[in-house]
């Protein structure tokens, strides 16, 4: 939340907005969502929070250490709705809570009545391209074959 304020501060549109679609546990970062809601208020960002999931047990897909695939595996999920509905509230945002797909799709078409700004943005990709070697590394050995082709090395016994 605190990244999505930092990355909308400059932004000069009318209507800045942050969807934040979670389970509310905060596990990570060095800023509480509760730091992060006042630094959005105060940059008049609102903060539409949709609390995601289900409680108790459900399936969660995981690597698997010995196979590298995807497997399902039951993990306990809590959501958090008071912290969400805390950061709706200060921010001037308002709190969702979606238990299955038809019910995100229904809470995104609500916020796209409320709230219409569109944002460009610029990115660059930086890359190195590390494939001369091999290709030097193939020229050689085809030459190679080509000499030892036309020298003593023609045939073998």
């Not at 995981?62 to 805390?86: K, N």
């Not at 078409?109 to 290709?135: C, G, N, P, S």
Request: aromatic share 8%.
């Amino acid at each position: 939340l605190a990244l999505a304020v930092e990355r909308l501060r400059k932004n000069t549109a009318k209507s800045r907005v942050i969807i934040l679609l979670t389970d509310g546990v905060n596990n990570v970062g060095a800023i509480s969502p509760t730091q992060a809601a006042e630094l959005a208020a105060a940059e008049n960002i609102k903060v539409y929070c949709i609390g995601a999931g289900t409680e108790g047990f459900a399936p969660v897909p995981q690597q698997d250490r010995f196979t590298g695939r995807i497997v399902l595996r039951r993990a306990y999920v809590e959501i958090d709705e008071q912290s969400l509905r805390d950061i709706a509230d200060k921010t001037g945002g308002r709190y969702f809570r979606a238990t299955d797909l038809e019910s995100l799709t229904e809470i995104y078409r609500d916020i796209d009545q409320m709230e219409r700004t569109k944002i460009t943005e610029w990115r660059y990709l930086q890359y190195h391209e590390h494939y001369l070697a091999f290709v030097v590394l193939g020229l050689s050995l085809i030459g190679l074959a080509a000499v030892a082709d036309g020298s003593i090395f023609r045939r073998l016994p």
